[in-house]
């Protein structure tokens, strides 16, 4: 009867860890020091999409599901401190 809880318990726990946000390192203060770096895969081309912007990977699956397929999380990174856009310029 312990191991059959025993086993209930953790499957509970691990339920329980999914659903947890996809920032899960947080320092002190509550401020995340990484967050998840997802990975996109289009089958079409062979091409891979990474994104650590959870709007840009809010967008991904609203609207490029038909091209790209979700491949998770790769890893967990440190923010960017300035954003970087395709022109080469930096912002903040």
């Known amino acids: 009867m312990k191991t059959k809880l025993f086993v209930l ?12 946000p996809a920032t899960l390192n947080f320092n002190r203060t509550g401020v ?3 967050v ?3 990975r996109w895969y289009c089958p079409g081309n ?8 959870i709007q840009e990977h809010i967008w991904m699956q609203a609207n490029m599901t038909q091209w790209y397929i979700y491949e998770g999380i790769q890893c967990y990174v440190f923010p ?3 954003e970087a ?3 080469g310029s ?3």
Do not use: E, K, Q, R
Not at 9 to 20: D, E, P, T
Not at 46 to 53: A, E, I, K, L
């Open 32 to 34: 995340p020091i990484t």
């Open 90 to 92: 930096i912002g903040n």
């Open 80 to 82: 960017c401190a300035v």
């Open 9 to 20: 318990v953790i499957a509970l726990m691990l339920w329980l860890a999914s659903l947890a």
């Open 46 to 53: 062979g091409d891979h999409f990474y994104t650590s912007d």
């Open 36 to 38: 998840p770096l997802h």
């Open 85 to 87: 856009y395709s022109d």
